[in-house]
């Protein structure tokens, strides 16, 4: 008996019955198209909550069913026992699969209450309560103390009006919000020993699989380390940028972790990893002061595993440096979004290529293990001709470097969904946007579309859904051959790819035209075609891929770890 237990939903449920051809909407994560991937603060709250003295399990839902065909989703919820189930919306691309995994719950535990939580459960709270199997909806992006409360007033039966942050429904069926008054400016008391939280899970359940992250860790066991909450840049398509932490989740300020905190997570780590270690939130937001003391304690520790950090705008020479003789090998991680620095800028980037390409020659002269950089098609006053230029600019970056390869050159779409809370979704004209979709509702019938075409949420002044779709195809086919002229990626390798692409393109079209003929039934028999294309993992996933080598894990050192936290 779980006095919580914390459930993932995949992105559709039933996604193995449906005909949905997915697209490129993931090749840019280590997930799967099903998303199946839950939210690091899954973990924060299950450790917060164990050391508050309440018994929870995590059951990635998702992972679950992708990794095994027959797994029985009902059997499963079924015989799960716990007063809470908590299911986490924090991707808007869970809309469908969360609210029916709720029901689910309902089915089977109907005294059992259901909480939701998450950026995407926030913004949609009110839209959230009129499901009439959610009981709660928990807002903000720290949740772990609120939550504790409502364990403490549902186990003690009391009203749950003084629980703060929570939205509710009286026993009329109307909504009541609490004050969201629990916005901490200090997190270190939360992300203690989350990683040893998960190991004993594991243990206590002897349930392996349901906790794993996504379909691949156990062969690629990268582990992220966060740095902060909250965010002090204002990108215009992310849902998490300074505004949309501002507006809709009450953080009017970043709040960050300590440089002890972040070196601790990551020696953590390595007592159970051999894989990499990718620290999220770029490091000099902390401050230079900061940033400059987690590498030196960084270094110090002497970190086996290879680090990958992401950069918001390119660092100084002495950084990286620095950051060379802390972490051999290291990983950096940049996405300047367009080669044009006024695409760049009405995005809210604002660094030149001048800049980015000395950063480049830095990263690569001290010594780095490989510099990957992202560019998206969707973006603020982009048309088809800027995002085939963006192809043309990585012909030149990889002239200039003589194909070093070390160079990841990375394109993909905003999709399937530009956020909700970013600034182009709240003031769409300003930024040259096209909304489609604005209910939770709309958005969850979107993702049973059977293209990603009619999954996009939004379009834009320069470019509509399809020509979206149609130039990130024509542009991926485009990179994949050049990176196979430079030697970056086999040629066989990328003959798959075009194969994919190609196979990818005819399936779209056939869909299309049933779509619009409305022969939906028609396009149900596209399922095995389908399938087999969503199957084939794309090559951009590989080339994230860092090299581990044998003996990813250390299970004896976790089990022994654990055994001492224990004693």
């Known amino acids: 008996m779980s006095d919580l237990v914390l459930l993932h939903a995949p992105h559709v449920y039933d996604f193995r019955k449906k005909t949905i051809l997915y697209g490129p909407v993931s090749d840019l994560v280590p997930a799967t198209p099903v998303f199946e991937m839950y939210p690091f603060g899954l973990t924060s709250i299950a450790e917060y909550l164990e050391r508050s003295g309440f018994r929870v399990r995590i059951a990635n839902i998702a992972g679950r069913m992708l990794k095994d065909k027959n797994f029985n989703v009902e059997k499963f919820i079924k015989k799960l026992r716990a007063d809470v189930f908590g299911i986490d919306l924090h991707w808007l691309v869970h809309a469908h699969g969360a609210v029916e995994i709720a029901r689910l719950v309902k089915k089977y535990h109907p005294k059992a209450k259901v909480v939701l939580g998450g950026f995407s459960a926030s913004y949609f709270y009110r839209d959230l309560l009129g499901y009439p199997e959610i009981d709660y909806v928990m807002r903000g992006d720290s949740t772990e103390e609120p939550l504790r409360q409502l364990l403490e007033v549902i186990k003690g039966d009391q009203s749950v009006e003084t629980v703060p942050n929570l939205i509710w429904k009286d026993n009329a069926g109307s909504i009541k919000e609490n004050p969201f008054s629990y916005v901490p400016d200090d997190i270190s008391h939360v992300m203690v020993d989350h990683y040893h939280g998960v190991i004993r899970s594991v243990f206590r359940h002897r349930d392996l699989g349901s906790i794993i992250p996504f379909k691949d860790w156990l062969r690629y066991p990268v582990t992220a ?80 595993n290879q680090l990958m950090l992401e950069v918001f705008n390119p660092p100084p020479t002495d950084f990286l440096r620095k950051l060379s003789r802390t972490a051999e090998g290291f990983c950096l991680e940049i996405s300047p979004e367009s080669h044009d620095s006024v695409i760049r800028k009405a995005a809210g980037k604002y660094y030149s290529n001048e800049e980015m390409e000395q950063m ?208």
Not at 251 to 261: A, L, M
Not at 438 to 464: C, F, I, V
């Open 360 to 567: 480049i020659a830095d990263t690569l002269a001290v010594g780095c293990g490989r510099i990957d950089i992202f560019f998206m098609v969707g973006i603020p006053e982009q048309t088809p001709q800027s995002v085939m230029q963006t192809v043309d600019y990585c012909q030149h970056l990889l002239e200039k470097f003589r194909g070093d390869k070390r160079i990841t050159l990375l394109l993909g779409p905003l999709a399937p969904f530009l956020d909700p809370g970013s600034l182009a979704f709240e003031q769409p004209q300003k930024y040259g946007y096209k909304i489609l979709l604005n209910t939770l509702e709309e958005h969850r019938q979107a993702l049973l579309a059977p293209s990603w075409r009619y999954t996009l949420n939004y379009e834009t002044k320069w470019m509509d859904r399809h020509q979206i779709m149609d130039i990130t195809y024509e542009a991926i086919l485009r990179l994949t051959r050049l990176k196979a002229e430079y030697g970056l990626i086999p040629k066989k390798v990328a003959e798959k790819q075009v194969g994919r692409i190609n196979t990818a393109l005819e399936l779209e079209k056939r869909i299309g035209e049933l779509w619009r003929d409305g022969n939906h039934q028609d396009i149900e028999l596209l399922k095995p075609q389908v399938d087999k294309i969503n199957a084939m993992r794309a090559i951009e996933r590989d080339e994230l891929e860092l090299s581990i080598g044998t003996g990813r894990l250390r299970y004896l050192s976790s089990l022994w770890s654990l055994l001492g936290k224990r004693n």
């Open 225 to 304: 380390v966060f740095t902060c909450r909250g965010c002090n840049h204002n990108c215009v398509i992310c849902g998490g940028s300074n505004t949309a932490f501002r507006t809709f989740l009450n953080r009017q300020k970043t709040v960050f972790r300590s440089p002890q905190d972040i070196a601790r997570d990551i020696r953590s780590i390595g007592k159970f990893s051999r894989g990499p270690i990718f620290i999220l939130g770029d490091i000099r937001q902390l401050g230079d002061e900061c940033a400059n003391e987690l590498l030196d304690i960084l270094a110090r520790q002497k970190v086996k």
